[in-house]
């Protein structure tokens, strides 16, 4: 068994206003349950996950806009998905390419695309769906 503080949400976008209120709305759903970090790139996204995976935590969702600086939604989903399979990938954007979106599917396990400006309950009802799948595919570990 795994306790819930071992469990990691990420959050990643260019734009601070965003990052910081998708973390309150997460704050504010979840409480202390899950350990909710922010990224203002995918590359700074990539080293967090890395870093708080060797420090013991799990990364169970990560929520990302598409169009950054630097790396592209799409290509660090694949980086995610390559590193963390287990992780429920979920894109948050204003404007995407469909095929970009499609490529996020088929080759980063994208879980979820919402656009921007998001509903706070719906991304919660994504994410929850997202846990109730990471708890089905991996066994052997509870993060209730």
Do not use: N
Not at 1 to 10: E, P, S
Not at 105 to 127: N, Q
């Amino acid at each position: 068994m795994v306790d819930t503080k071992d469990g990691l949400f990420l959050c990643v976008d260019d734009e601070q206003i965003v990052l910081h209120s998708l973390r309150d709305q997460l704050y504010k759903h979840y409480g202390k349950q899950y350990l909710i970090e922010i990224a203002e790139s995918a590359e700074e996204g990539l080293e967090i996950l890395d870093e708080f995976s060797l420090d013991g935590y799990t990364p169970l969702i990560v929520i990302s806009d598409w169009l950054m600086p630097g790396m592209k939604g799409d290509e660090f989903f694949i980086q995610v998905h390559r590193r963390f399979p287990h992780v429920i990938k979920v894109m948050l954007s204003g404007q995407v390419d469909p095929t970009a979106v499609q490529r996020a599917r088929d080759e980063g396990d994208m879980f979820e695309m919402i656009s921007k400006p998001w509903d706070a309950k719906e991304l919660i009802r994504y994410i929850d769906r997202g846990l109730a799948q990471f708890k089905r595919t991996v066994s052997g570990k509870s993060y209730e």
